[in-house]
């Protein structure tokens, strides 16, 4: 078989000349070349055999960069540079006649005897019909001149393109590929959906942007050699490759920390995008376990703090203990030591300075898709957010009660993809957070009271002096305990999920009967996010030996905690803020003696009373009103006015809200409030 030497070598177009032989093994080489040519005569850039290379150069992104400054020195930068991207394209999708003679297109070679150094399995083989070189690819072409056949070959790609691995996306359900390719002397590699693959358009999009050399022109070539490469390699020389989206609890059991797989089955976490693998990066590790240990023991004389590293951790037992997703969060004046509470908690998995770029902690100034994004990326772990006041606004309103709403409803909205809907992203989470303004008092959702656990005040007791250094002592230690705890949890949730969630129904009943006694029903919910917590102190106790006595946290903030958790009643509340404002307006409503002095007013409606007693029977408010005063208060209109309706506070018509009134001659449609509704007997 016809060995294939470099294409630099092969001069496609009249061979090489002068001063141009040999291969360029790296971009520092090329640099080199052309400034020794560039010396002799800087015209000398437009020799074919130079363009050739400065092609070749072009066609890799960081040759390119090196390019610029060689030609700029010798002041030919700008004449040549369009010269030779246009000489780039035209080699793509040129046939070039690279070698000719003796190829056979049923001969095979390992790409091992090829590239020693490639990261593909020893059996590995280039597909038959096609070439591997340090040039590229190329594909093997038959041809018969005067009853003399002869196979030649056409470069389809200026680098060696690989398939390393056949898989399964976990998160998605979707076949994967590892593709690589040699860039300079390095291996590049990314698996991709399979799908990216087989379409000239997606695998452009797929593989630009990390270094491949692909375009439009060189890609519908490719499609065809990586097809090829698949069929022959898949059953027996491409590993089995497990991928998934998300970190936490994987199928199988194993767990995702980062990119680190802690269990039996080996998966690797795959990024959808850049972003989502620097958020896999950021679970990193510094300094020692005792280091950590002796920087947090100062938590065990602030039981906020202390919380915040059992909270920390309790996101691994979401998922044994069929947990759901919840919120702390710590609130209160600045400067009070809220964010450094957040270190505490961040110092568990990775680095936890705020003003690090490689920080766990992140800001509110972000969307609520990009949330729940990261929601769906951490699953398991603990969404860490500074500062709500940051936070975007969405109608005049923040955007932190709407988001805090769909991290702890723990799946992602349903959206639609090209052929049908895209798998819908299931989490679960801890989301810990902190702001001046406690969240529970940013939204008129009494739903959303259910889901947040609230903190007022400073953590440290006011204690400014301890706080300044403590994130320091903590960016030298990090990481350790959350791996240590995962490897433990691990380890022995086969054979003691089953006691692990014995003991979280005890401890739900415990909490959440205390609660309900003391707040009503709404707090009692908040029941199950403490027994998670009792539960996962206990835990890391015995796990990570932390440098304080075991004490109950839960029962000595549970009495702060059912405080800010207590029922509140929307509808009750949205109600008499309607009629308060009728009051102050009392001169616009037909039927009150006031308003016989102002005729020339807007009517807002009817105050209906007994000809008898004098007291007023109903309430006629124009609809406009009501939805105004409901949006300035921060309500809901619709479920507001249905939870009236439903508990009997206002006279509906029939599946109308609004009956008929009569003002005069005319009859219009009012929101009719019942007396007894308002006024208690």
Same mark, same amino acid.
């Given at each position: 078989?016809?060995?294939?030497?470099?294409?630099?070598?092969? @001069?496609?177009?009249?061979?090489?000349?002068?001063?141009?032989? @040999?291969?360029?093994?790296?971009?520092?080489?090329?640099?080199?070349?052309?400034?020794?040519?560039?010396?002799?005569?800087?015209?000398?850039?437009?020799?074919?055999?130079?363009?050739?290379?400065?092609?070749?150069?072009?066609?890799?992104?960081?040759?390119?960069?090196?390019?610029?400054?060689?030609?700029?020195?010798?002041?030919?930068?700008?004449?040549?540079?369009?010269?030779?991207?246009?000489?780039?394209?035209?080699?793509?999708?040129?046939?070039?006649?690279?070698?000719?003679?003796?190829?056979?297109?049923?001969?095979?070679?390992?790409?091992?005897?090829?590239?020693?150094?490639?990261?593909?399995?020893?059996?590995?083989?280039?597909?038959?019909?096609?070439?591997?070189?340090?040039?590229?690819?190329?594909?093997?072409?038959?041809?018969?001149?005067?009853?003399?056949?002869?196979?030649?070959?056409?470069?389809?790609?200026?680098?060696?393109? %690989?398939?390393?691995?056949?898989?399964?996306?976990?998160?998605?359900?979707?076949?994967?590929?590892?593709?690589?390719?040699?860039?300079?002397?390095?291996?590049?590699?990314?698996?991709?959906?399979?799908?990216?693959?087989?379409?000239?358009?997606?695998?452009?999009?797929?593989?630009?942007?990390?270094?491949?050399?692909?375009?439009?022109?060189?890609?519908?070539?490719?499609?065809?050699?990586?097809?090829?490469?698949?069929? =022959?390699?898949?059953?027996?020389?491409?590993?089995?490759?497990?991928?998934?989206?998300?970190?936490?609890?994987?199928?199988?059991?194993?767990?995702?920390?980062?990119?680190?797989?802690?269990?039996?089955?080996?998966?690797?976490?795959?990024?959808?995008?850049?972003?989502?693998?620097?958020?896999?990066?950021?679970?990193?590790?510094?300094?020692?376990?005792?280091?950590?240990?002796?920087?947090?023991?100062?938590?065990?004389?602030?039981?906020?703090?202390?919380?915040?590293?059992?909270?920390?951790?309790?996101?691994?037992?979401?998922?044994?203990?069929?947990?759901?997703?919840?919120?702390?969060?710590?609130?209160?004046?600045?400067?009070?030591?809220?964010?450094?509470?957040?270190?505490?908690?961040?110092? %568990?998995?990775?680095?936890?300075?705020?003003?690090?770029?490689?920080?766990?902690?992140?800001?509110?100034?972000?969307?609520?898709?990009?949330?729940?994004?990261?929601?769906?990326?951490?699953?398991?772990?603990?969404?860490?957010?500074?500062?709500?006041?940051?936070?975007?606004?969405?109608?005049?309103?923040?955007?932190?009660?709407?988001?805090?709403?769909?991290?702890?409803? @723990?799946?992602?909205?349903?959206?639609?993809?090209?052929?049908?809907?895209?798998?819908?992203?299931?989490?679960?989470?801890?989301?810990?957070?902190? @702001?001046?303004?406690?969240?529970?008092?940013?939204?008129?959702?009494?739903?959303?009271?259910?889901?947040?656990?609230?903190?007022?005040?400073?953590?440290?007791?006011?204690?400014?002096?301890?706080?300044?250094?403590?994130? =320091?002592?903590?960016?030298?230690?990090?990481?350790?305990?959350?791996?240590?705890?995962?490897?433990? %949890?691990?380890?022995?949730?086969?054979?003691?999920?089953?006691?692990?969630?014995?003991?979280?129904?005890?401890?739900?009943?415990?909490?959440?009967?205390?609660?309900?006694?003391?707040?009503?029903?709404?707090?009692?919910?908040?029941?199950?996010?403490?027994? %998670?917590?009792?539960?996962?102190?206990?835990?890391?106790?015995?796990?990570?030996?932390?440098?304080?006595?075991?004490?109950?946290?839960?029962?000595?903030?549970?009495?702060?905690?059912?405080?800010?958790?207590?029922?509140?009643?929307?509808?009750?509340?949205?109600?008499?803020?309607?009629?308060?404002?009728?009051?102050?307006?009392?001169?616009?409503?037909?039927?009150?003696?006031?308003?016989?002095?102002?005729?020339?007013?807007?009517?807002?409606?009817?105050?209906?009373?007994?000809?008898?007693?004098?007291?007023?029977?109903?309430?006629?408010?124009?609809?406009?009103?009501?939805?105004?005063?409901?949006?300035?208060?921060?309500?809901?209109?619709?479920?507001?006015?249905?939870?009236?309706?439903?508990?009997?506070?206002?006279?509906?018509?029939?599946?109308?809200?609004?009956?008929?009134?009569?003002?005069?001659?005319?009859?219009?449609?009012?929101?009719?409030?019942?007396?007894?509704?308002?006024?208690?007997?």
């Amino acid at each position: 078989m016809a060995s294939i030497p470099p294409v630099e070598s092969a @001069g496609a177009e009249g061979g090489a000349g002068g001063g141009g032989s @040999g291969a360029a093994s790296s971009s520092d080489d090329v640099c080199k070349w052309l400034a020794d040519i560039l010396a002799a005569c800087p015209t000398d850039w437009g020799r074919p055999d130079v363009l050739d290379r400065l092609a070749d150069a072009y066609d890799d992104i960081e040759q390119r960069a090196k390019l610029k400054p060689v030609l700029s020195q010798y002041s030919v930068y700008r004449e040549s540079i369009k010269a030779i991207r246009e000489h780039a394209i035209r080699r793509r999708g040129k046939v070039l006649q690279l070698v000719s003679g003796d190829v056979e297109e049923g001969d095979e070679e390992r790409v091992a005897s090829i590239f020693p150094d490639a990261p593909v399995h020893p059996l590995a083989t280039v597909p038959g019909g096609w070439r591997m070189s340090c040039a590229g690819v190329f594909r093997v072409v038959k041809a018969s001149e005067e009853g003399v056949k002869t196979s030649s070959t056409v470069r389809v790609s200026p680098r060696p393109i %690989v398939l390393t691995s056949w898989g399964k996306n976990l998160t998605t359900g979707r076949k994967m590929l590892g593709v690589a390719w040699r860039a300079g002397t390095k291996w590049h590699e990314r698996t991709v959906d399979r799908e990216l693959t087989k379409e000239t358009n997606r695998l452009i999009e797929a593989l630009t942007p990390w270094g491949f050399t692909v375009d439009s022109t060189t890609a519908r070539h490719v499609i065809p050699y990586l097809s090829d490469y698949e069929a =022959r390699n898949v059953d027996e020389s491409m590993p089995i490759k497990v991928v998934s989206e998300q970190m936490g609890w994987q199928a199988g059991g194993s767990f995702l920390v980062g990119d680190q797989s802690i269990g039996k089955s080996k998966i690797e976490f795959h990024g959808a995008d850049s972003g989502d693998e620097f958020m896999a990066s950021l679970f990193a590790q510094a300094g020692t376990l005792d280091g950590w240990r002796q920087a947090v023991a100062i938590a065990s004389e602030f039981p906020k703090v202390e919380l915040a590293i059992y909270a920390s951790l309790a996101p691994v037992l979401l998922e044994p203990l069929r947990a759901a997703s919840f919120c702390i969060d710590w609130s209160g004046g600045t400067s009070i030591g809220k964010t450094t509470t957040l270190a505490f908690a961040a110092s %568990v998995w990775g680095n936890p300075d705020p003003r690090a770029s490689d920080t766990l902690i992140s800001s509110w100034d972000t969307t609520d898709v990009g949330a729940e994004r990261k929601a769906a990326i951490m699953s398991g772990l603990p969404l860490l957010i500074d500062e709500t006041k940051r936070a975007r606004t969405k109608q005049g309103r923040s955007i932190v009660p709407e988001v805090v709403y769909a991290i702890t409803n @723990g799946q992602g909205r349903m959206r639609g993809s090209k052929r049908g809907l895209q798998v819908n992203a299931h989490w679960r989470t801890i989301l810990l957070t902190n @702001g001046e303004t406690s969240i529970i008092d940013m939204s008129k959702d009494a739903g959303l009271v259910a889901r947040v656990i609230t903190l007022w005040g400073s953590p440290f007791n006011g204690n400014a002096d301890v706080v300044s250094h403590l994130v =320091r002592e903590l960016s030298a230690n990090y990481g350790h305990a959350g791996r240590r705890f995962v490897e433990w %949890v691990v380890e022995n949730a086969p054979a003691q999920q089953v006691d692990w969630q014995k003991r979280f129904r005890e401890l739900h009943d415990i909490f959440t009967a205390r609660l309900v006694a003391d707040k009503g029903m709404v707090a009692g919910r908040i029941g199950e996010y403490l027994a %998670v917590l009792e539960l996962c102190a206990e835990l890391a106790h015995e796990v990570l030996e932390l440098p304080w006595d075991y004490r109950s946290p839960m029962s000595l903030l549970c009495d702060e905690i059912a405080g800010h958790s207590r029922t509140v009643d929307r509808p009750k509340e949205a109600l008499q803020l309607v009629y308060q404002e009728c009051l102050s307006r009392e001169h616009q409503f037909v039927g009150r003696p006031s308003n016989n002095a102002y005729r020339d007013v807007e009517v807002l409606g009817v105050w209906e009373t007994e000809a008898v007693t004098g007291k007023w029977v109903d309430l006629g408010v124009k609809r406009s009103f009501v939805d105004e005063v409901l949006t300035r208060g921060g309500h809901d209109i619709g479920p507001m006015l249905k939870a009236w309706r439903d508990r009997g506070w206002i006279r509906t018509d029939g599946a109308n809200l609004c009956p008929k009134f009569t003002i005069g001659v005319e009859h219009p449609r009012l929101v009719a409030i019942r007396q007894w509704a308002i006024v208690d007997d």
